[in-house]
C-alpha cells in the first residue's frame, strides 16, 4: 500500500498561483502513474492531470496551459503547479498513485479555493 498526503491548499484570488504536492510513503517501489483529481461542491470527481513513472504527462482541457504536473521519484513526491487561477477551480484536490501491483491509493484531499 501506498500512503500519499497532500499540502498546499489554500485561498488564493483570481488570477493568483498555488502548489500542491503530494507525499507518498509505503511501497512506493510499486508506484507507476500518479494524479490528481479534483472535487467540486455538487459535483463527480474530476481528472486534472497525471504523470507518468517515465515523466509523459496528460492534462484536462480546462487546465492545459495554466497547470504543470510534475514529480520528484527522488523524494517521493508529486507536484501540481497552478498558475492563472480561476474561481471554477475551486475544488477539493485529490492525489492517486496507480501501483505496478494492487488498486489506486489516494490521498485525504485539500482545499483549493479561488475568490473572484
Known amino acids: 500500500q501506498v500512503l500519499l ?3 498546499g491548499g489554500g485561498l488564493v484570488q483570481s488570477g493568483g498561483s498555488l502548489r500542491l504536492s503530494c507525499a507518498a510513503s509505503g511501497r512506493t517501489d510499486r508506484i507507476d502513474t500518479m494524479g490528481w483529481f479534483r472535487q467540486a461542491p455538487g459535483e463527480q470527481r474530476a481528472l486534472v492531470a497525471f ?3 517515465a515523466g509523459w504527462t496528460q492534462y484536462t482541457d480546462s487546465v492545459k496551459g495554466r497547470f504543470t504536473i510534475s514529480r ?3 523524494k517521493n513526491t508529486m507536484y501540481l503547479q497552478m498558475t492563472s487561477l480561476k474561481p471554477e477551480d475551486t475544488a477539493v484536490y485529490y492525489c492517486y498513485a496507480d501501483p505496478t501491483i494492487g488498486g489506486r491509493d489516494w490521498g485525504q484531499g485539500t482545499q483549493v479555493t479561488v475568490s473572484s
Do not use: G, L, Q
Request: glycine share 0%.
Open 5 to 7: 498526503a497532500e499540502s
Open 51 to 53: 504523470i507518468t513513472s
Open 72 to 74: 520528484d521519484n527522488a
